[in-house]
């Protein structure tokens, strides 16, 4: 492998473990507050892509109940990303009240608010194809006006040449995870958020509003959702409703490698898989779906903290 | 009778194998695993069956032997409980959702392998299965005793020595190691057993819808065993039956509605196209407000003093 193509895998490889990392910490800062995998991320995600398509003014097609509607608005492309990802977040909360907060007050197993969550999955997957058919839809071309469509990151005799979409999801992620690094290290709410992770029930006695902070959780993990349904649309397309399905039981391959809950570990284990999947090598590219399985199969069985988790001691 | 059966041979055979396929989910849950491993144990199953049927015994004139599909389910049985001890002994000392995400990993990988064989068919899979009947109702043949077959394990099972290891299992997993159960072996087991009645499902499965193909028994064919069991009831066998086999009818029962007329048309399009929005929010509503199924063993027992009661009375 010659070093500009080499460079070249690892800018992909990046770009799309990006996504995966602000994803997957959808997943994990949920998981770390509540000690539940929310299955509902994978249709937020959908959500969030559906949503930033109608918010672009894009019509939809011919079957489901709303054949043809489209919203009366334009909003450039920017304007409905965030759009869409808000939407997500007000989803993400509104599934907090139906499918988490009952269990929760009950007192419940969490095995069984996975098996809720999973549901409520099935139903939103199914009420998008319901409403919007199960057809592909793909974003406006040029969304981000004129730009090439690649960019050369060697030189003119050795090119290196991404995508200028890659490009583009991999700084959206970049802003978020900024966003998100700062929102957790530098405010109170931040701090709040740690110390209800770390123990909830002390951090309540400590003043804390925890429900409310749980419901914050819900917010951010529904926006991060969101925002990586439309940049994962935005590379690839919408594959019907149930590609966020798809890309959710991914996003768990990640969060089980850098370590369930562990946020740093979420990003870490995100980039990781997008580098092994963009390195398969060609002849077997058609096995590369399996790649983040096996390695959430195999870090399970060696190592279930994940990367940089820390092992659980069981009390009696 | 007859008609009904003609018109609705494909459903009642479908009824039956759901129910079968929820007691291979259900045999782990007893011993308090969720593991959603099943759908890749059933796919595996249909491959076998698919495999043997088209390209080791040629086709010839006439229907496919009955002899050879036993064969092909006892080819399945072996090799799903194999995968299973193999796949069952490292990944079963994970708990809880750790083992329910290993076991989603292990069907997407087996579904990413069968996708890109050139012995499965690929992403075309295996068309023009044989078919050893005249008529699909003739499957009920094979699918009723292997119902019965199951039901009576499982009953046998829940009152022997293991079935109460596996309960104890599921209520304390630390307490019952501390009294000698050991939980790796029985975990094991029920998992490996649940695995082999899936791949016996798969193999009559395949001949029976006449195709195999990598889009059978994934993920959201876990998701539906889920609901399965967990709306039927998941503290005794009686629940996943139950279960299977009315969820299987009721996308049928509500497009039956829908076409009795006198609805609103939005509301009979919706009774006719809903049917897995209508599944998600049941499991949903299901884990709030029966969060051990419809059917649990109180239930039973009341019915069964109920009945003792008439019959003393008369």
């Not at chain 1, 054949?67 to 492309?77: D, G, S, T, V």
């Not at chain 1, 839809?137 to 050369?152: E, I, K, T, V």
């Not at chain 1, 429900?211 to 993990?221: G, P």
């Not at chain 2, 479908?14 to 890749?40: D, K, R």
Request: hydrophobic share 55%; aromatic share 10%; glycine share 12%.
């Amino acid at each position: 492998m010659s070093s500009s193509l080499l460079l070249q895998q690892v800018l992909n490889g990046l770009a799309i473990g990006s996504v995966y990392a602000i994803f997957a910490l959808g997943y994990t800062l949920i998981f770390s507050i509540l000690r539940i995998i929310n299955f509902t991320h994978g249709a937020i995600f959908t959500l969030g892509a559906y949503a930033t398509y109608a918010l672009t003014g894009a019509r939809f097609g011919f079957n489901g109940l709303l054949a043809n509607a489209a919203l009366p608005l334009h909003l450039p492309f920017v304007l409905a990303l965030i759009g869409g990802a808000l939407f997500a977040a007000v989803s993400g909360v509104i599934v907090e009240r139906l499918a988490f907060r009952p269990l929760r007050t009950r007192g419940s197993d969490p095995l069984l608010t996975l098996v809720s969550s999973l549901g409520v999955a099935v139903a939103l997957v199914n009420v998008i194809q319901y409403l919007f058919g199960a057809e592909a839809y793909s974003y406006p071309a040029d969304p981000f006006g004129q730009l090439p469509s690649a960019m050369n990151f060697g030189t003119s005799t050795e090119p290196v040449l991404v995508r200028t979409v890659q490009v583009i999801i991999f700084g959206v992620s970049m802003v978020v995870l900024a966003l998100l690094t700062v929102l957790m290290n530098a405010t109170r709410t931040g701090k709040a958020l740690r110390a209800v992770a770390e123990d909830t029930v002390t951090a309540s006695l400590l003043g804390i509003n925890t429900d409310r902070l749980i419901l914050l959780t819900f917010v951010i993990s529904g926006f991060l959702g969101g925002v990586s349904g439309t940049l994962i649309g935005l590379s690839v397309g919408i594959a019907g409703p149930y590609f966020g399905i798809a890309f959710g039981l991914k996003g768990l391959a990640v969060i089980v490698l850098g370590g369930l809950g562990d946020i740093p570990g979420a990003v870490v284990g995100g980039l990781l898989i997008g580098l092994a999947e963009s390195f398969v090598p060609a002849q077997y590219i058609a096995y590369r779906e399996a790649v983040p399985f096996a390695l959430l199969f195999v870090v399970l069985l060696l190592r279930p903290q994940g990367l940089l988790g820390r092992a659980v001691v069981q009390k009696v | 009778m007859p008609a009904f059966l003609a018109a609705y041979d494909f459903l009642l055979v479908s009824m039956v194998l759901a129910a079968v396929l929820a007691l291979s989910l259900y045999l782990p849950l007893m011993a308090g695993q969720l593991s959603l491993a099943s759908p890749g144990f059933y796919a595996l199953g249909g491959y076998i069956a698919a495999i043997i049927s088209t390209k080791v015994f040629p086709p010839a004139a006439g229907l496919y032997p009955v002899p050879l599909v036993l064969l092909e389910m006892a080819v399945a049985a072996v090799a799903s409980g194999v995968l299973g001890v193999i796949v069952g002994v490292p990944a079963l000392r994970l708990r809880g959702i750790f083992l329910a995400l290993a076991t989603i990993a292990f069907v997407e990988i087996l579904r990413v392998i069968s996708l890109n064989l050139d012995v499965t068919g690929g992403a075309i899979g295996i068309f023009g299965v044989p078919q050893p009947f005249a008529s699909q109702i003739h499957y009920m043949s094979l699918a009723i005793p292997l119902l019965v077959l199951c039901m009576l394990f499982a009953a046998r099972l829940e009152r022997s020595r293991t079935g109460r290891a596996l309960v104890a299992l599921r209520e304390d997993e630390l307490a019952a190691d501390a009294m000698g159960v050991n939980p790796t072996r029985y975990k094991v087991l029920a998992f490996t057993v649940g695995a082999m009645i899936a791949g016996v499902v798969g193999a009559l499965s395949a001949h029976f819808i006449n195709t195999w193909n990598s889009r059978q028994g994934t993920f959201d064919t876990g998701v539906s065993l889920m609901a399965f069991v967990l709306i039927g009831g998941s503290r005794t066998f009686v629940g996943p039956v139950v279960g299977g086999l009315v969820l299987t009818a009721l996308p049928e029962a509500l497009r039956g509605i829908a076409d009795v007329g006198g609805l609103p048309g939005w509301l009979a399009q919706f009774l006719r196209d809903g049917r897995l929005i209508i599944f998600g929010v049941m499991i949903a509503l299901g884990t709030v407000f029966f969060p051990h199924g419809l059917i649990t063993p109180a239930l039973l027992e009341r019915l069964g003093r109920g009945r003792r009661h008439r019959v003393e009375a008369a």
